[in-house]
DNA sequence: GTCTATACGGTGATAGAC
DNA sequence: GTCTATCACCGTATAGAC
């Protein structure tokens, strides 16, 4: 391990290799979290994940608790760089458009318990500690407003709809907050596959007009993840 | 509050004491969990909450770990409570029953953020404590079974329909849970009243056929907590 | 039953060698 | 940059008086 991390090292810049040490680390925070927990997470159990020693883990990140902050960071930017490059790679059609956010946020990359579990653990604490709540609040409100442009060109633009995007996008990603817990909670009989199925029809419920294009772009992804 | 609590206390029966003392500490364990967060709550910021020592902490529930326990299982139990007794309070027919359940998770005993906050603080240890996971998802599936019941009824028994209950299940309990996220995040702006507009219309959606009969439990909602 | 006092281990963070 | 050694503190749990 310590020598896959030196050859990873060599010939990179120093602060390249400053990025990519903090990331490691940051990678063993989330894995300590699914071992042990959020509550249980210590510098100790963190360091050692890593492999590196204890005061090593404080040096990259000053306190625990910035370390904390900087691991939350990173599940938030991860998300935000799927649906954004998710969007980008998509037609200009509104309900392809949707389909391919709402698709994002199932992509194994993103939606795995290993995951999941550390997103839950930062909510649960996030009433606690304004600093979560500001990251967490951030990233949904960055993400929701997405949907809710798509939503609103394909209701239709007008302000008297404007409750109606407003719910729809509520609708869809309560939905998806809700398949990602049963994912964590319900995962000996859950699956992704059941949770991308729900979610098709679901959209297909809301906008009946566009069931076909709906299912077919349901079928990309399916072919994607098979 | 040392009065009050000696008040509460005289001319019961020894058992019905210690169970009064557990409850009163179990309720400063939610409130610790509130104001501190799960990690941060001790053996100390319970006790402060109580008005008893830590000593008095550990005497009653031998230790922090199954006060933890304790404190779920009494989540768990009120919620439990919460369905069965809005099932139970309702008609014979589906319809009238599905939306029972549904209201009850909106119930403002049930559905603040003091105890959103801390269920969310639960299901983020739960992957790593095995405990938590079982007592969450046996409150889970008690849940769903009673929901599955109803939805088979609707959409009829047959087992040529039996993913579409499933389904029909996971989509309106996920959705459930969504609501809960973002009572518990977004609640500058989001409201249960809205979380209850966007359910109705949900449930309009998925059982066209009775939407009347919907619109009119949920304006018995309305009037309820108005 | 409830308290005070305390044992004991673990925790976050620092100092200083290399 | 990374380590070992160390500190002061706080965590849980116990002992024993009342």
Same sequence: chains 1, 2.
Avoid at 191 to 210: T, Y
Wanted: proline letters at 2%; a positive charge; aromatic letters at 8%.
């Amino acid at each position: 391990m310590i020598d896959a991390r030196q050859k990873e090292m060599s010939g990179r810049s120093r602060a390249a290799q400053r990025a990519i040490r903090r990331e490691q680390i940051i990678e063993s925070t989330i894995r300590s979290i699914n071992k042990v927990g959020f509550a249980e997470t210590t510098l100790a159990t963190v360091a050692k994940e890593a492999g590196v020693s204890q005061a090593g883990v404080v040096f990259h990140f000053k306190t625990k608790n910035a370390l904390l902050i900087e691991t939350l960071r990173h599940l938030s930017d991860a998300y935000n760089e799927s649906w954004s490059s998710a969007l980008a790679a998509a037609s200009d059609d509104p309900v392809q458009r949707i389909c391919a956010l709402v698709a994002a946020d199932f992509r194994p990359s993103i939606c795995n318990r290993r995951i999941i579990s550390v997103w839950y653990a930062f909510w649960g604490e996030a009433k606690s500690r304004p600093t979560y709540m500001k990251i967490c609040g951030a990233s949904d409100k960055a993400r929701a407003d997405a949907m809710r442009v798509e939503c609103a060109r394909l209701i239709g633009g007008g302000a008297e709809n404007e409750q109606e995007w407003s719910d729809t996008v509520d609708l869809i990603d309560g939905l998806i907050n809700g398949m990602w817990l049963q994912l964590l909670l319900d995962y000996a009989t859950f699956k992704r596959s059941d949770a991308l199925r729900i979610m098709q029809s679901q959209l297909q419920r809301v906008f009946p007009d566009h069931a076909d294009m709906i299912a077919h772009e349901f079928e990309k992804v399916k072919v994607r993840s098979a």
